[in-house]
């Protein structure tokens, strides 16, 4: 009987330790639940159709939702509630995302706009004829680069970092400049071939291209004649280089000493004369200060005058109405007469010229724009009526200009102030902003692109460079320098209060003018009812009458005259003998 007690107390026992072991395990299962309640981890790996009511409203309550409805609008709301959670994990990623691009973007970039079709946007897309762009977009490639310089012709870019690092793209894999990336050309690629030179700045023809570095040291690379290519960039020991221009098959360049030199092509400018390949000196009365290659003429500038030569078809070369061709440097004589005190820039198209000649009204640095030449898309900027100018002839639509950049069919210049501004052809969007003109799809009117503002969200500076090439521009910016994205919206917030402040104050002022129009109006009304209730009213049928007297028997008959009321209308002033303001 001892033994079978001892038995069923054990029993007991065991069965108190297994329900306490049970009850503890319970409630860390319950407490490991508790940690899970609501979070969007737990709530993605498991199917919340399949919890129970109890559970769904625990997740409910542990996000701040409503616990009230069935079953069903319990699950539909967990459901909005995780999908709510999800889109904000993806905007903040979003932002976060927009955040590092815009830093790194502000610190200088490349823009590009225009036509696509061999990859000269460099934006890498790969269907290049649907892909123009028609305002200007990062290229994502160079974003952060803090591009120094630009270059374009034809359908080729080259851009060089300030530190020295080469990019160049387009030209739909065979032209020779883009060295050793035919199957990348839509997207900047690094000329390591360039790697250590110090490069400062380049210059694109239709087939090659130069280099020069810091210290002055000449590249050239590409095709120049049927039997002169250049597969990899050589240098040119002749000389010390301080500015390069590239035509379409000819370069001239200027030395530390103002020495002008030409090669290429076209020898000094004229398209019949033998190739050149080694670079020939070219005299000139006066050092030269800038340089310009169009297509087939060359422009360049001592400090007050200017000279061209080459091809003269289109009155590009500015001689008046000789077209003739020129193989050796001609002053325009219109620049001289001018009298400008000095040369800011030349610059050279395809069928068009430009430079900027300053005065003393001009501000430092900049000065009045003159074009000349043909411009049937609008490039010369004198206006739809004037599509050729065979002498430099003034653009009024602009002033105080420090840069003019020339393209096939559009321009680009940008003022003292760092506005750029572009006109021309905007046939595949190369202008980088809407034109007004819906006849054509040019205009001759300088129009302001955004540049050294937010765009986007995103601050773009100043443009730094800027290049045009056939149907698309170019444009390497500073640093962005303006305010941040809140400070912009608090100041546009600002200007918009301050605007409806004005427009209330206007109606305020209008609404007191009229109140005060309209008092004046009533007051002259009574002045005029008590004159005529005061006042002796003459007769217009008997002149005769001394004024209307009623007779008290027949109140709107004159005892006078006989005559009605109606036809006393004449108030006569006794005072100063007047009758309806006629003297008597």
């Known amino acids: 009987m001892k033994l079978k007690e001892e038995a069923e107390k054990q029993y007991r026992d065991a069965i108190q330790e297994l329900a306490k072991a049970n009850a503890e395990g319970g409630r860390r299962k319950e407490n490991a639940d508790s940690s899970t309640w609501g979070k969007i981890a737990y709530l993605n790996a498991n199917d919340i159709a399949k919890l129970s009511n109890d559970h769904l409203k625990r997740h409910l309550a542990a996000r701040n939702e409503s616990i009230e409805g069935s079953k069903k609008k319990l699950i539909e709301r967990l459901s909005n509630s995780i999908e709510d959670e999800k889109q904000r994990e993806v905007r903040i990623a979003l932002e976060k995302e927009h955040s590092r691009i815009r830093d790194i973007e502000q610190t200088g970039s490349v823009y590009i706009a225009g036509k696509n079709d061999q990859g000269q946007l460099g934006l890498g897309l790969g269907d290049l004829d649907d892909h123009h762009r028609h305002e200007f977009t990062v290229i994502p490639a160079l974003r952060g680069k803090q591009v120094g310089h630009v270059s374009a012709y034809g359908s080729v870019s080259i851009a060089t970092t300030l530190t020295s690092e080469v990019y160049s793209w387009g030209g739909n894999g065979v032209n020779p400049i883009v060295i050793g990336h035919a199957d990348s050309f839509d997207s900047p690629q690094q000329m390591k071939e360039l790697d250590g030179e110090e490069t400062e700045m380049t210059s694109v023809g239709s087939t090659h291209a130069c280099s020069i570095s810091q210290a002055g040291d000449l590249f050239i690379w590409g095709k120049l004649g049927s039997d002169d290519t250049r597969l990899v960039p050589q240098y040119v020991d002749k000389f010390t280089v301080t500015s390069v221009a590239c035509g379409a098959k000819h370069i001239a360049v200027i030395t530390d000493k103002g020495e002008l030199y030409v090669c290429g092509g076209v020898g000094v400018g004229s398209i019949e004369q033998s190739y050149q390949a080694k670079p020939m000196l070219v005299k000139m009365p006066e050092p030269i200060k800038l340089i310009a290659c169009g297509s087939q003429h060359t422009i360049v500038a001592t400090e007050s005058r200017v000279f061209s030569w080459g091809c003269g078809d289109g009155y590009r070369l500015g001689h008046g109405n000789d077209c003739s061709e020129k193989s050796s440097p001609c002053e325009i004589a219109t620049i001289t007469e001018l009298g400008g005190s000095q040369i800011v820039d030349v610059g050279a198209g395809t069928w068009h010229s430009a430079c900027v000649i300053s005065n003393e009204s001009s501000a430092n640095g900049s000065g009045f724009l003159y074009t000349w030449g043909s411009g049937y898309c609008g490039q010369l900027a004198l206006g739809k009526q004037h599509c050729v100018a065979a ?79 056939h149907d698309f521009t170019v444009v390497a910016t500073h640093p962005y320098e303006g305010p941040s994205e809140q400070e912009m919206i608090k100041l546009l917030e600002s200007k918009h209060r301050k605007e409806q402040e004005e427009k209330e104050e206007e109606a305020r002022l209008l609404r007191v003018q009229e109140e005060e129009e309209t008092r004046q109006r009533e007051a002259e009304a009574e002045k005029k009812k008590i004159r005529y209730l005061t006042s002796k009213r003459l007769c217009t049928m008997d002149s005769s009458c001394p004024g209307f007297t009623y007779e008290s028997s027949t109140p709107s008959v004159c005892r006078e005259c006989g005559f009605s009321v109606a036809f006393h209308t004449i108030v006569a002033d006794e005072q100063n003998g007047t009758k309806g303001g006629i003297k008597e």
Not at 397 to 418: F, M, Q
Not at 448 to 468: D, H, L, Q, Y
């Open 391 to 469: 002498t430099p002839t003034k653009v009024k639509e602009l002033s105080e200009v420090k840069k003019v950049i020339c393209g096939r069919t559009h321009n680009a210049a940008i003022a003292h102030d760092d506005v750029l501004y572009t006109w021309g052809s905007n046939e595949h969007g190369q202008l980088g902003r809407s034109i007004e003109e819906t006849d054509v799809a040019f205009t001759p009117h300088p129009g302001i692109v955004e540049f050294g503002t937010i765009v986007n969200r995103i601050g773009r500076g100043a443009p730094k460079s800027v290049a045009c090439g």
